[in-house]
C-alpha cells in the first residue's frame, strides 16, 4: 500500500468516476461535490476549477468559505477515497464540519485508507502551522470515531444537531 493525496486532476478520470458512482448519487464526505453527485468529464473539469481556487490562499473568497484542499486518497494510481482539509474553521465548521472530512469506497473499506489518508491530512495541517485540528463524525459513525481515535482524537462533546440532519454529533480535537 502507497498512499498519497493527490489534488483532483483529469489524468484520474476513469478511476475517481469508478468510485463516485460507488457512492450512488447522494452527498460524498470530503470529496467536493455537490449532490446528486455525477462522475462526469465536466464534473471533474469544475472541481478541477474549484479545488484550485480553494487552494489558493492568496485569492480572496466569499465570506462563508475558506480555503480548503479538495484531496483524492490515491493508492497505485486508484482513487481510493476522499479527503479534504479546510485551513480555517468558519462558525458552520466550528459547529459541524470540523477541519477534516473524508470518505472510502465502499468496495475499498476496512483496509486502512481512511487511517492512512488522515495521517496525510494531519501532515497537511502541521505543514501550514496548525498546532491542533478539529474532526467530527455521527455519533453511531463506529468507522470514523475508531480512525479519528486511533489518530490520537479527544472527545470534546456530543452536540444535537439534528436541525442540520446530523442527529448527535461527536466533536473531536486532535493535537498536532
Ligand atoms: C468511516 C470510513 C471513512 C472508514 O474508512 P476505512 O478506510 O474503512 O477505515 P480504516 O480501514 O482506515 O479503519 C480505521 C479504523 O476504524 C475501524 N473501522 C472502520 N470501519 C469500521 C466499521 N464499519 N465498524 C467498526 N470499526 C470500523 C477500523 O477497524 C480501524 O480501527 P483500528 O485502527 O482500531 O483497527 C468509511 O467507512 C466511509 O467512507 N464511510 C462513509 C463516509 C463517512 O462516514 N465519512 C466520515 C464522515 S465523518
Redesign the pocket.
Known amino acids: 500500500m502507497t498512499v498519497q493525496l493527490v489534488r483532483p486532476t483529469l489524468d484520474l478520470f476513469d478511476s475517481w468516476s469508478a468510485a463516485v458512482a460507488e457512492f450512488g448519487a447522494g452527498h460524498?464526505?470530503?470529496s467536493g461535490l455537490t449532490a446528486p453527485v455525477t462522475g462526469d468529464r465536466q464534473t471533474l473539469e469544475a472541481l478541477i476549477e474549484k479545488a484550485s481556487l480553494l487552494a489558493d490562499t492568496s485569492a480572496e473568497l466569499p465570506e462563508d468559505s475558506v480555503h480548503n484542499d479538495l484531496y483524492w486518497i490515491v493508492d497505485e494510481g486508484e482513487v481510493?477515497?476522499f479527503l479534504s482539509f479546510r485551513h480555517a474553521l468558519n462558525e458552520y465548521l466550528r459547529e459541524v464540519g470540523?477541519h477534516i472530512?473524508?470518505?472510502?469506497?465502499?468496495s475499498?473499506?476496512?483496509?486502512?485508507?481512511?487511517?492512512?489518508?488522515?495521517a496525510l491530512g494531519l501532515d497537511r495541517a502541521r505543514e501550514i502551522g496548525l498546532d491542533r485540528v478539529m474532526?467530527?463524525?455521527?455519533d453511531d459513525?463506529?468507522?470514523?470515531?475508531?480512525?479519528?481515535?486511533?489518530a490520537g482524537g479527544v472527545l470534546q462533546d456530543v452536540t444535537d444537531q439534528t436541525e442540520r440532519g446530523h442527529a448527535r454529533l461527536r466533536r473531536y480535537w486532535i493535537t498536532l
Open positions: 460524498i464526505d470530503g481510493v477515497g470540523g472530512g473524508y470518505a472510502v469506497r465502499g475499498r473499506r476496512r483496509r486502512g485508507y481512511a487511517r492512512a489518508g488522515l474532526i467530527t463524525c455521527d459513525n463506529v468507522g470514523s470515531f475508531r480512525t479519528i481515535e486511533g
